[in-house]
């Protein structure tokens, strides 16, 4: 089975602008999750969407936003790009929510340059 | 919300010894704890977890082990190979399928 699949891998961006990057999950997974990776904050959570409807929320602002599409990919989008946007962003999938079910799987991330 | 720190950040061991990675967290509701793998250029990958109803959970070589009054765990690597080199996570949740939050990692080096 496909693991979890993000594009475009690297992104080079200029302050100001926006980017939308994407996520496949594994097929029959239900849940995305998005988290930002840095080096001086680790791995940061910023959003959980399952059926299409967002259940969580990380503490960022809001020119991070995402959504979930009915077959389960995912999309976010950070508008208005900052210097502090540059990191490795992070889409794991996993079957449902609670349980063995919930296990998490990660794909190889998408790096976003800000200059 | 929940904070979990992560020791050590580096870690130097030679080919065969042990690695052991501890972490602790703050919020008592967490029941969930997994453990990332990430090797450079690569998204992380679990290894291992374990729920709050089990104490120790093993896997060839790799172990985990988990004291929920204390609110810590531990992952021990035993007969640790050069291939175990890569930085590695602790998280912890509510639930499996909720938000992780996780360590600062730490940066495992075998030296052959």
């Known amino acids: 089975k496909a693991g979890v699949t993000q594009t475009p891998r690297y992104l080079i961006k200029t302050r100001g602008q926006q980017v939308t990057l994407s996520c496949s999950p594994i097929s029959g997974h239900r849940s995305v999750s998005w988290y930002q990776q840095t080096p001086g904050q680790g791995l940061q959570f910023l959003f959980e969407?399952?059926?299409?409807?967002?259940?969580n929320k990380g503490n960022f602002p809001g020119r991070f936003s995402g959504r979930q599409f009915s077959n389960s990919r995912s999309e976010m989008n950070v508008s208005t790009l900052e210097l502090g946007d540059s990191a490795l962003y992070l889409c794991?999938?996993?079957?449902?929510?609670?349980?063995?079910?919930?296990?998490?799987?990660f794909g190889p991330g998408t790096r976003l340059t800000v200059l | 919300g929940e904070n979990v720190e992560q020791h050590p950040s580096t870690l130097s061991v030679q080919e065969g010894d042990s690695a052991v990675i501890k972490c602790t967290y703050s919020d008592s509701a967490s029941n969930y704890f997994p453990w990332y793998k990430q090797e450079l250029g690569k998204g992380p990958q679990l290894i291992i977890d374990i729920r709050s109803n089990v104490g120790e959970k093993k896997d060839q070589r790799i172990a985990v082990t988990l004291n929920k009054t204390a609110k810590h765990f531990s992952l021990h690597i035993t007969e640790t190979q050069p291939e175990d080199s890569a930085v590695y996570f602790c998280?912890?949740?509510?639930?499996?399928?909720?938000?992780?939050?996780f360590g600062g990692g730490t940066r495992l080096m075998v030296k052959p």
């Open positions: 969407y399952f059926s299409e409807t967002q259940r």
């Open positions: 794991a999938s996993s079957l449902g929510l609670a349980g063995s079910r919930g296990t998490q799987y």
């Open positions: 998280a912890a949740s509510k639930n499996a399928g909720n938000m992780l939050t």
